[in-house]
């Protein structure tokens, strides 16, 4: 029984290029929750979605940064003309139920996104 | 909105003792408390979790508190061991906002 699938591990881009971020929720969740984390930090929202729908992306930046979670395959967070300043790592979690934000996630291995 | 912070971001305990990591949060509209471990290089890993109608949950080992006259959390762990050594998370939110972390306590236990 597979818990979140996140691709690649490990993920070298240099400046200006594009970062496709992929991640496989649990077998049977429906609910793809994308955040981001800095060395030394804690987690840092970016956006909930549901397949094919984006709930909330209220910790998105504006610019260079899209994410879905289309019908069928994995979800993806697309990060255009990478900047050095989106070096981080990259989460997914999943959960099983609808509507609710006050349930525990299950997170993936996460990507870490190094931009030269 | 809400923001959690954790007490201390190092912890050293000696193998066996108990250990506790505090956290406090801010809304007191907050209505959903969890706590997660990251071990270096993985993901966040859930520990336990408890809701506001609750004071206090008890798992395997652990121990989570909740005091909301003080918008105060804290995690026990129980005979701690060097497999308990990680940075420990714990995050909040209420019915519709999602999950805030705070920052993390390194824990390290002491053979």
């Known amino acids: 029984n597979a818990g979140v699938m996140q691709n690649p591990r490990h993920l070298v881009r240099r400046r200006g290029q594009e970062a496709r971020l992929r991640c496989s929720p649990v077998k049977g969740h429906s609910h793809v929750y994308w955040y981001r984390q800095l060395p030394e930090e804690g987690l840092k929202f970016m956006v909930y979605?549901?397949?094919?729908?984006?709930?909330?992306e209220s910790g998105m930046p504006k610019e260079r940064f899209s994410a879905e979670f289309p019908k069928e395959g994995p979800s993806i967070l697309r990060i255009q003309q990478v900047v050095r300043g989106d070096s981080a790592a990259y989460f997914c979690?999943?959960?099983?139920?609808?509507?609710?934000?006050?349930?525990?996630?299950?997170f993936g291995s996460g990507t870490q996104l190094s931009v030269l | 909105g809400e923001s959690v912070g954790l007490h201390l971001p190092t912890l050293s305990v000696q193998e066996g003792d108990n250990s506790i990591i505090n956290c406090a949060y801010s809304?007191?509209?907050?209505?959903?408390f969890i706590w997660y471990k990251q071990e270096s290089g993985k993901g966040p890993q859930f520990i336990i979790d408890?809701?506001?109608?609750?004071d206090k949950r008890q798992g395997q080992r652990v121990t989570v508190l909740l005091n909301k006259t003080v918008k105060h959390l804290s995690l026990q762990i129980a005979a701690t061991q060097p497999g308990d050594s990680a940075v420990y998370f714990c995050a909040a939110n209420s019915g519709n906002t999602p999950l805030v972390f705070g920052k993390g306590t390194r824990l390290s236990v002491i053979a």
């Open positions: 809304n007191s509209a907050s209505d959903y």
């Open positions: 979605l549901q397949k094919e729908n984006i709930i909330d």
């Open positions: 408890i809701r506001s109608n609750m």
């Open positions: 979690a999943s959960s099983p139920r609808a509507g609710l934000f006050n349930e525990k996630l299950f």
